[in-house]
């Protein structure tokens, strides 16, 4: 049973809201009752909006083994005006191989709990310990508007809980008065001057102080721009807070998109280009059977789904829902590791069945899904666009970018100092850019050509297609050159480039310093003649 579903006895064991009830993947404390003026416990006056405030606090242990989310309700009564809460809970030292205490927050309104309702007000994780939320204000990482009379739910989700339990502490302060106005939200522009049909540069993983990062909103663009970007996409963990945080930060020179990186107990996906404001649901395991549900939410939304860095070692960040729903994935996230280079091999493997399994036309691959490169940047020395997807798109704007990213027409790059360009010609006017397929018989000749320039001196070329690794090779220059191979579509179904930076242990595979999609080589019935 969900609590976001279906509805949890709220059976207290004491007045502190201990443990009351349990479910296959949550619970519901005893409720924090700010209701009755006469009910002094654990209450004081204070200055406040209009000279009161009112304070509860709760204690409680979670033990080892509990549910995703633990929601603890609070009776708001009618002239409230700022809703607070700080927390604490404890880490007590654990033994060799096990798990420490990590409790995240969030919290939901009077609208309720619902899985994909209109509830929600904020998430900060486990980023801060404390935040409110006003008409005219909020934490960043939540929601201003009115704090309307009902029950609100704060949200507590043990990340990991330590063997001996995780014990925790809760205060809820509300504070009265006369609301303010809550502002209008402005959104960025869904276009920016650009070139016209170009090569543009983007990162759709960066975070800021609306979930876990450490630089503003404007820090973040001013980063972009220094890395010459030409788009960012707001990717806060389970937040649209930031969505209304770009004001005055975009420009000719910089798209700004809108997302989220929904961040589930199975794995993160990224939500890019979603419509402003469009709050996406992440509080569901694969065994529930519902990402499809919010993948399709975010398409609905205009938005691209890219499962995020699928095979990184974090609690809960390796991806467990599957690709079906899938429009790209990011193989590259961040400094290149070992996980990385997993993620790259899944990729590719999924490549070859796709060209092993024709299309409905009986020509081409089947559905096949582009790469990605994000940064994933959180704070300093974190890389705004390292790396980066460089995009062909028609234009600077949210439908021509996000365009080019589901077409595969981009490749991967670690800087924006490094340019490729990648295409297979036939000979015979035929010609294929990258995520495009070139259609020749299957033993025409085909010539693949790699230019590449801004690499370090170290880098070496590698053509791979699904055979594998067909040619090594250095670049003609330090750094830059053109290299050439030649092939038929009955030897490579399709073929991509690698650009790496020599290997950093001796038989291992060196850094990448670029990454493209692939181009496909289809076969004509018949032969060449």
Known sequence: MNPAVNPVVNTAVNRRGLLAATAAT?????????????DRSEGRPGPGADGTHRTRTVRGTLPAGSPDYVYLPVE???GAAEFAVSYTYGRPPVPPGAQGNALDIGLFDERGTALGGRGFRGWSGGA??????????ATPGYLPGPVRPGTWHIALAPYTVAPEGLPYEVTVTLRFGEPARTPAPVHPPERAKGRGRAWYRGDCHVHSVHSDGRRTPAEVAAAARAAGLDFINSSEHNTTSAHAAWEGLWGDDLLILTGEEITTRNG??????????????????????RFGRYAHQVRRAGGLVVPAHPHATCIGCTWKFGFADADAVEVWNGPWTPDDEVALAEWDNALVAAVRNPGDGGDGPTRWLPAMGNSDAHREPDRVGHPQTVVLAESLSRRAVLAGIRAGRS?????????????????????????????????????????VSGAAADCTVRL????????TSPLPAAGAGVVEWRTTPAHAAYVRAEVRHAPAVPGLPGAFAALTNPVFLDAKTGTAG
Do not use: C, K, M
């Open 76 to 78: 708001v009564p009618r």
């Open 128 to 137: 801060r310990t404390s935040f409110f939320v006003r008409s005219d204000d």
């Open 268 to 289: 993160h996906v990224l939500a890019v280009g979603t419509d402003p404001g469009v709050f996406v649901d992440w509080r569901y395991r694969a065994r529930d059977h």
């Open 464 to 471: 791979v297609t699904d055979q594998g690794v067909l040619l």
């Open 26 to 38: 949550g619970l519901t404390l005893a409720t924090v009752n700010f209701a009755h003026a006469e």
């Open 411 to 451: 490749y991967l790059a670690e800087s924006a100092a490094l340019t490729l360009s990648f295409a297979a010609t036939d000979g015979r006017g035929g010609h294929a850019g990258i995520g495009e397929r070139l259609r020749a018989a299957a033993d025409a000749p085909v010539t693949v050509r790699l230019e």
